[in-house]
């Protein structure tokens, strides 16, 4: 599904950030990313989603075999990726609804397919709205406009319900959610989990991984990923921080 | 104080290619009136502080800047579906053949010429007064060169709540048309009205429209300026403003080489609302210019000014908004808002946001801003998967959103709004 190899990414201003991620995630693959504040994390989403900013040095990121690098980030989606963000911009003067329908319609003509009708639009956003919480007063409101953290953070995983992407790349979304509001956004994830459908999960707890249980687990530390290994890594890191794992490649 | 021979000499060939109308009524005296009062002002110059940033010279000149005539046939006209009472005009005449019958219920229309022939007449009242009182303390040339030698438009009167709009339609059909038009309209205690202009009247319009909104009475007023690229146009819109009356003025100008649309209002009577917004697109070879003055003289008025301009390619956008606060004025409420977003580094935006208080328990705010599309807010956008230019076209409605909400009338809203997306669309790289 996604295909990371060797990348390199420098800040425009000639800051190396990303110094050779490798990262190869299969079909129906849920995988965990975790790291030190500042290792690369966000950088690394940015990246694969086309955000402006960022030059790749070396290197290359491929979803199902198609370069990702040379895409505008509309395109991107378009081929699948989606990257809830770790914090969701606010846009004042834009409808949600009207934002999200017109990214549903944009995804698919992009895809050569017919656009969602206004009123089946409305009765899915409704039904999927409802199991994330989300009430019909958030839907009217500006994108993001006055949402609180954690309303934010499920108004990521609406998006990403009704655009329905192959590769979804999940920043912190666990950072401001309280406990029960956790739970529901990781519903909300584990029922989007199918065999045609991966997961890259960014997070600093092993809370989340109780409720979306990863296959493999990462660990990023200045510019790399520097461990992987099973779930039991993310419990490692929850018990005795990074100290012991940095110290192991030292 | 004393002209200077330059002005004296513009103002004198200006006026040697001018005939006064000779109408026989009460209207004579408003016109010679305006004419004395002209020559001791001069017409606007170039060194002229309320000009400083527009330049006057092809405003004021006596050969008529020539303009292509421009059909537009990739849209419905503007306010089409709207049920509405249709005056035409076609480069600034008067077309009874292309107008709706003049009668309506709650409503009496007539003909400037008509009107000012006779003895008596209500309009005497307005025409050229409301222009005479807001040429203190900024004069305003053109408005008189306006009153003195209009040569037609149309007087109004509402008495009861009027059921469709009065909509003056300003056909261009001679690229080098010269329209003045003066109207009058009266909006007499508890009626209501709504006037929608469209079009851009001919290559050069002059226009003047005096509103006297009674107590008790609203006014609301939406035009849009017609899309020719070459026109230019000097406007002005005097309103007085009676005990809780309402006025509501909305402007749309997508295009024309020159704009400058005055918008002078006095709130007389206590608890009067006035709102004034526009939004202004323009592309390359566009200066628009919004002057705003507005003066509270009477107790818990509410006036709101919020204008938009979206620029690109090296427009210019201009404005010059003041709320006057007489010392009586007290509990007034003043809000001023304008705002460029330029689409590109060429274009500029040139603001003079003014209050002027001297009445102390007031609550009076203002800002100016300019800006570029927000890059956080388009990649967001664009990681949804929508295009780069359709996420700046709705980043582009989200900012003129607050202009377009002062259009009460939902149907006419969403009407504008189709003009602004339609602009956007055709207006991309
Ligand atoms: N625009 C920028 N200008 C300067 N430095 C930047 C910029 N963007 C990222 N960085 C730097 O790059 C490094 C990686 O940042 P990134 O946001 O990818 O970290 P992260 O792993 O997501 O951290 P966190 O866990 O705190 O979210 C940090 O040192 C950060 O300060
Ligand atoms: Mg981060």
Same mark, same amino acid.
């Given at each position: 599904?996604?295909?990371?190899?060797?990348?390199?990414?420098?800040?425009?201003?000639?800051?190396?950030?990303?110094?050779?991620?490798?990262?190869?995630?299969?079909?129906?693959?849920?995988?965990?990313?975790?790291?030190?504040?500042?290792?690369?994390?966000?950088?690394?989403?940015?990246?694969?989603?086309?955000?402006?900013?960022?030059?790749?040095?070396?290197?290359?990121?491929?979803?199902?075999?198609?370069?990702?690098?040379d895409m505008d980030p509309e395109e991107?989606?378009?081929?699948?990726?989606?990257?809830?963000?770790?914090?969701?911009?606010?846009?004042?003067?834009?409808?949600?609804?009207?934002?999200?329908?017109?990214?549903?319609?944009?995804?698919?003509?992009?895809?050569?397919?017919?656009?969602?009708?206004?009123?089946?639009?409305?009765?899915?956003?409704?039904?999927?709205?409802?199991?994330?919480?989300?009430?019909?007063?958030?839907?009217?409101?500006?994108?993001?406009?006055?949402?609180?953290?954690?309303?934010?953070?499920?108004?990521?995983?609406?998006?990403?319900?009704?655009?329905?992407?192959?590769?979804?790349?999940?920043?912190?979304t666990d950072s401001g959610l309280d406990?029960?509001?956790?739970?529901?956004?990781?519903?909300?994830?584990?029922?989007?989990?199918?065999?045609?459908?991966?997961?890259?999960?960014?997070?600093?707890?092993?809370?989340?991984?109780?409720?979306?249980?990863?296959?493999?687990?990462?660990?990023?530390?200045?510019?790399?990923?520097?461990?992987?290994?099973?779930?039991?890594?993310?419990?490692?890191?929850?018990?005795?921080?990074?100290?012991?794992?940095?110290?192991?490649?030292? | 104080?004393?002209?200077s021979q330059a002005k004296m000499d513009?103002?004198?060939?200006?006026?040697?290619?001018?005939?006064?109308?000779?109408?026989?009524?009460?209207?004579?005296?408003?016109?010679?009136?305006?004419?004395?009062?002209?020559?001791?002002?001069?017409?606007?110059?170039?060194?002229?502080?309320?000009?400083?940033?527009?330049?006057?010279?092809?405003?004021?000149?006596?050969?008529?800047?020539?303009?292509?005539?421009?059909?537009?046939?990739?849209?419905?006209?503007?306010?089409?579906?709207?049920?509405?009472? =249709?005056?035409?005009?076609?480069?600034?005449?008067?077309?009874?053949?292309?107008?709706?019958?003049?009668?309506?219920?709650?409503?009496?229309?007539?003909?400037?010429?008509?009107?000012?022939?006779?003895?008596?007449?209500?309009? =005497?009242?307005?025409?050229?007064?409301?222009?005479?009182?807001?040429?203190?303390?900024?004069?305003?040339?053109?408005?008189?060169?306006?009153?003195?030698?209009?040569?037609?438009?149309?007087?109004?009167?509402?008495?009861? =709540?009027?059921?469709?709009?009065?909509?003056?339609?300003?056909?261009?059909? &001679?690229?080098? &048309?010269?329209?003045?038009?003066?109207?009058?309209?009266?909006?007499?205690?508890?009626?209501?009205?709504?006037?929608?202009?469209?079009?851009?009247?001919?290559?050069?319009?002059?226009?003047?429209?005096?509103?006297?909104?009674?107590?008790?009475?609203?006014?609301?007023?939406?035009?849009?300026?017609?899309?020719?690229?070459?026109?230019?146009?000097?406007?002005?819109?005097?309103?007085?403003?009676?005990?809780? &009356?309402?006025?509501?003025?909305?402007?749309?100008?997508?295009?024309?080489?020159?704009?400058?649309?005055?918008?002078?209002?006095?709130?007389?009577?206590?608890?009067?609302?006035?709102?004034?917004?526009?939004?202004?697109?323009?592309?390359?070879?566009?200066?628009?210019?919004?002057?705003?003055?507005?003066?509270?003289?009477?107790?818990?008025?509410?006036?709101?000014?919020?204008?938009? =301009?979206?620029?690109?390619?090296?427009?210019?956008?201009?404005?010059?908004?003041?709320?006057?606060?007489?010392?009586?004025?007290?509990?007034?409420?003043?809000?001023?808002?304008?705002?460029?977003?330029?689409?590109?580094?060429?274009?500029?935006?040139?603001?003079?946001?003014?209050?002027?208080?001297?009445?102390?328990?007031?609550?009076?705010?203002?800002?100016?801003?300019?800006?570029?599309?927000?890059?956080?807010?388009?990649?967001?956008?664009?990681?949804?998967?929508?295009?780069?230019?359709?996420?700046?076209?709705?980043?582009?409605?989200?900012?003129?959103?607050?202009?377009?909400?002062?259009?009460?009338? &939902?149907?006419?809203?969403?009407?504008?709004?189709?003009?602004?997306?339609?602009?956007?669309?055709?207006?991309?790289?």
């Amino acid at each position: 599904m996604l295909e990371i190899k060797n990348l390199h990414v420098k800040l425009e201003e000639d800051k190396q950030i990303l110094k050779g991620v490798n990262l190869s995630i299969g079909a129906g693959e849920v995988h965990a990313i975790m790291g030190p504040n500042g290792s690369g994390k966000s950088t690394t989403s940015y990246v694969l989603s086309g955000r402006d900013g960022y030059e790749v040095t070396e290197g290359s990121a491929e979803l199902n075999g198609v370069d990702l690098l040379d895409m505008d980030p509309e395109e991107r989606a378009a081929a699948g990726l989606f990257l809830a963000f770790q914090y969701p911009v606010e846009i004042p003067g834009v409808g949600n609804m009207t934002f999200l329908r017109t990214a549903v319609n944009a995804q698919r003509k992009a895809r050569g397919e017919d656009e969602m009708s206004a009123g089946e639009f409305l009765k899915v956003v409704r039904a999927k709205a409802k199991t994330l919480k989300i009430d019909a007063d958030m839907l009217k409101r500006p994108v993001n406009v006055g949402f609180s953290g954690g309303e934010k953070k499920r108004n990521e995983i609406l998006q990403m319900a009704m655009l329905e992407p192959k590769m979804c790349i999940l920043d912190e979304t666990d950072s401001g959610l309280d406990v029960d509001a956790m739970k529901l956004v990781s519903e909300g994830v584990n029922a989007l989990r199918d065999e045609g459908r991966s997961f890259l999960v960014i997070t600093h707890y092993q809370r989340l991984l109780d409720h979306i249980k990863p296959d493999v687990v990462h660990i990023m530390a200045n510019g790399r990923i520097i461990k992987s290994g099973g779930p039991e890594l993310a419990l490692e890191v929850e018990h005795n921080g990074y100290a012991d794992i940095l110290a192991e490649i030292a | 104080m004393a002209l200077s021979q330059a002005k004296m000499d513009a103002t004198e060939a200006r006026l040697s290619g001018l005939t006064l109308p000779e109408d026989g009524g009460w209207i004579s005296a408003s016109r010679a009136d305006a004419q004395t009062r002209l020559r001791a002002m001069g017409m606007p110059g170039r060194r002229d502080e309320y000009w400083k940033f527009t330049r006057p010279d092809t405003l004021v000149q006596t050969d008529t800047p020539q303009a292509a005539v421009f059909d537009v046939t990739d849209e419905a006209p503007v306010f089409d579906a709207i049920d509405r009472l =249709k005056i035409v005009f076609v480069d600034g005449v008067f077309d009874a053949d292309a107008s709706d019958d003049l009668t309506l219920a709650g409503v009496s229309i007539e003909r400037l010429a008509d009107a000012g022939q006779t003895d008596i007449h209500w309009a =005497k009242d307005i025409y050229g007064v409301l222009e005479t009182n807001g040429q203190v303390p900024v004069e305003r040339p053109l408005a008189a060169l306006n009153t003195a030698y209009a040569e037609d438009g149309i007087v109004i009167r509402a008495t009861a =709540k009027v059921e469709k709009p009065v909509s003056l339609i300003y056909l261009h059909k &001679s690229t080098t &048309s010269d329209a003045t038009l003066h109207h009058v309209i009266k909006v007499e205690s508890g009626a209501e009205l709504t006037v929608l202009e469209n079009g851009p009247a001919a290559a050069r319009f002059n226009k003047v429209m005096e509103v006297e909104v009674a107590d008790n009475a609203s006014f609301h007023h939406i035009r849009a300026q017609g899309r020719d690229h070459e026109r230019r146009a000097a406007t002005h819109l005097f309103g007085r403003l009676g005990t809780e &009356s309402v006025f509501k003025s909305f402007t749309l100008t997508a295009n024309g080489v020159l704009t400058r649309n005055e918008v002078v209002l006095e709130l007389t009577g206590d608890d009067a609302q006035a709102h004034v917004a526009g939004a202004a697109m323009g592309d390359g070879d566009f200066h628009h210019d919004d002057t705003v003055f507005i003066t509270h003289d009477a107790v818990n008025c509410e006036s709101r000014q919020v204008f938009k =301009k979206v620029l690109r390619n090296g427009a210019t956008g201009v404005f010059q908004g003041k709320i006057l606060v007489k010392p009586d004025a007290q509990k007034t409420d003043g809000y001023q808002i304008s705002q460029a977003l330029l689409l590109d580094d060429d274009s500029q935006f040139l603001a003079k946001p003014e209050l002027e208080i001297y009445a102390d328990d007031v609550a009076c705010s203002h800002g100016s801003t300019t800006g570029a599309i927000d890059e956080e807010s388009l990649f967001y956008l664009q990681s949804r998967g929508v295009p780069a230019n359709e996420a700046q076209g709705l980043l582009v409605l989200a900012f003129l959103a607050e202009a377009i909400e002062e259009i009460d009338d &939902s149907e006419i809203a969403d009407d504008i709004r189709d003009r602004l997306e339609g602009w956007l669309k055709r207006h991309r790289d």
